[in-house]
């Protein structure tokens, strides 16, 4: 099972007036707890007006990892669609979901790649999507749902998770408390490390290497090339030497993908944390075990 550490709970909270502020009662909750059961973890409240304070938020939270050596679970409890989170519900402006990709993935440089993200979001799954392989992963997992949630409800399942991920330390065995204690907790999807590299791997491949793509891509080959074959033999043997260089790229690529997405580039170190296939012909056979066929 891959690995992650941590040792504090900083929970990100935009909220309207009206809404019942479940970030300060979260806070409270695991504080109050974590006293009772002498269990080492903080929970720490950062509430966020303006898009000037979500930003001081962010660079607070880099200070904390940089020069505290605080490693945080970063929770947030904010509105939110399949594009955007919203500083007090999109009133004091509205944050795209790519702009949140790149403060997390700060984050998760800086602590090594060690950052849990949950979200206590509507749609906060979307986060998920178009991730890329060629980038550092902003996070190392991440546990969200892809459905409108209900503010009273995300308190009482995120409780419950954290309480028992901090008692027994193990990601699954909390997830396992969720689904059979929570509250319609088929609502929430909880994504490791590896399954969010195939995620990104697989949607690469999709749309760029699989055998229907291959054509297209000889068409936008030969076009930059200003290449014009019009007979339908030569085209046919340059489509198959398309398709013959795609499969040597992508092969030769995916370790570079592989070392960018974990940040082995970074901290070759913390390669043992991770369970990943060592060949993109192993990654394939795997994404097909998970229904996706990747040929």
């Known amino acids: 099972m891959s690995k992650f550490f941590f040792n504090k709970l900083f929970i990100i909270q935009s909220l309207v007036d009206s809404d019942r502020k479940t970030g300060n009662e979260l806070e409270n909750i695991i504080n109050d707890w974590a006293k009772v059961n002498q269990t080492p973890i903080q929970a720490v409240l950062f509430n966020v007006e303006t898009k000037e304070e979500w930003e001081a938020t962010?660079?607070?939270?880099?200070?904390?990892?940089?020069?505290?050596?605080?490693?945080?679970?970063?929770?947030?409890?904010?509105?939110?669609?399949?594009?955007?989170?919203?500083?007090?519900?999109?009133?004091?402006?509205?944050?795209?979901?790519?702009?949140?990709?790149?403060?997390?993935?700060?984050?998760?440089?800086l602590s090594r790649n060690n950052i849990f993200l949950s979200m206590a979001v509507c749609k906060g799954l979307n986060v998920i999507r178009s991730l890329s392989v060629s980038k550092h992963?902003?996070?190392?997992?991440l546990l969200a749902s892809e459905d409108s949630l209900l503010n009273d409800e995300t308190l009482a399942n995120y409780t419950l998770f954290y309480k028992s991920f901090f008692t027994k330390l193990n990601i699954d065995e909390a997830k396992a408390e969720l689904q059979a204690n929570g509250i319609h907790p088929e609502l929430y999807k909880l994504s490791k490390p590896e399954e969010i590299f195939m995620n990104a791997m697989c949607g690469?491949?999709?749309?760029?290497?699989?055998?229907?793509?291959i054509e297209e891509r000889a068409k936008t080959i030969a076009n930059m090339g200003n290449?014009?074959?019009?007979?339908g033999q030569e085209w046919r043997v340059f489509v198959e030497t398309v398709r013959k260089l795609v499969k040597e790229e992508d092969e030769k690529h995916y370790q570079l993908y592989v070392s960018t997405f974990f940040m082995f580039d970074?901290?070759?170190?913390?390669?043992?944390?991770?369970?990943?296939?060592?060949?993109?012909?192993?990654?394939?056979?795997?994404?097909?075990n998970e229904g996706m066929d990747l040929y």
Request: with cysteine; proline share 5%.
């Open 58 to 109: 962010w660079n607070g939270i880099y200070t904390s990892i940089r020069d505290c050596t605080n490693i945080p679970i970063i929770h947030l409890v904010m509105h939110g669609n399949e594009n955007y989170v919203g500083i007090k519900k999109g009133y004091r402006g509205l944050i795209p979901l790519r702009e949140l990709f790149d403060k997390v993935r700060k984050a998760n440089e």
């Open 137 to 141: 992963m902003p996070f190392c997992g």
């Open 204 to 213: 690469y491949l999709e749309s760029q290497s699989k055998d229907d793509k």
């Open 227 to 231: 290449l014009n074959i019009s007979d």
């Open 266 to 288: 970074l901290y070759p170190e913390i390669e043992d944390r991770f369970q990943v296939p060592k060949t993109l012909a192993e990654f394939k056979e795997m994404a097909k």
